[in-house]
């Protein structure tokens, strides 16, 4: 059950192309924000290999606390901490929007005490479990936490106790607004890939594929802005390098090719916000 449940949810990353959603009046409050999470795949495979052909399933890594990890011998981490800039970057420029520092966000106790609250992160995982929710490893910038958006934006109508199953993650969200001294928080998970070419075998020559998904969450536990689950495909303008079956990141090509690709698709994702803005 578990495994076509995966199966699934990936098929609608892949298609799903309705794009952000809008709650209005909701939204017209917001005006500062504060990213608290940004995610990102650990693992970056051959796209055609995710969607199918691939036996084995990959963990979501634990909400409990994570070791703080160097960027520069981690260029998975450097690439997410990258996109976490870039969400950054963009929000500022929606809407007269304006995002708080991350050492504001980093060094909240209130936001510490969120995602670390064991008893009940368990509570949450053991409900999406019922449901077979899976995932892929995830990464984070140093100082912040996982959170897998499905948890935040499921597919599906799923309740548990009367209530839908992401309500709690959203009203704990939701609160930390008023620590943060903010009018809504953002969530943001990245999905990276690659796609080979004719000559990949010679080259070594693939080509970066970049999913986001982004969500804002106001004091209400309201989102007010949320895009559809793989709203939007990138393929990177900039060849990165493969290896073994996964890119390889230890080559400063990779890393550069996959910066740009999250580049071109927060470009997407300002466009599309500001059209459902009307601004």
Known sequence: MKRLAFLVSLAALLCSCAGVNIKQPGIDSVKKIAVVTVSGSDDYENIEVREGKKEK????????VKKKVDVVDNP???????????????LNGINGWSVIPF????NNEDVRAFFEDRDTWVKIDAAFDRFGSDGQRLVVPDGMY??????????GMMYVNGERIEAPILRGL?????????DAVAVAEYFFYYETGMMTGVTRNVTPIVFVNVALINKNGEKV???DNGWARIEGDYNAKVYGGYASLKEE?????YKHAIDQIMEEFSKEAKEKLGK
Not at 103 to 106: R, S, Y
Not at 253 to 257: G, P, T, W
């Open 57 to 64: 399933l990959l963990t979501i890594v634990s909400n409990a």
């Open 76 to 90: 998975e981490v450097e690439i997410i901490t990258h996109g976490a800039n870039a969400l950054a970057k963009t």
């Open 103 to 106: 050492d504001q966000v980093i």
């Open 146 to 155: 996982p959170l897998a958006y499905e948890k935040i934006a499921p597919r």
């Open 174 to 182: 939701g609160k930390l607004c008023e620590s943060l001294g903010v």
């Open 225 to 227: 802005l949320y895009t």
């Open 253 to 257: 090509q990779s890393v550069k090719a």
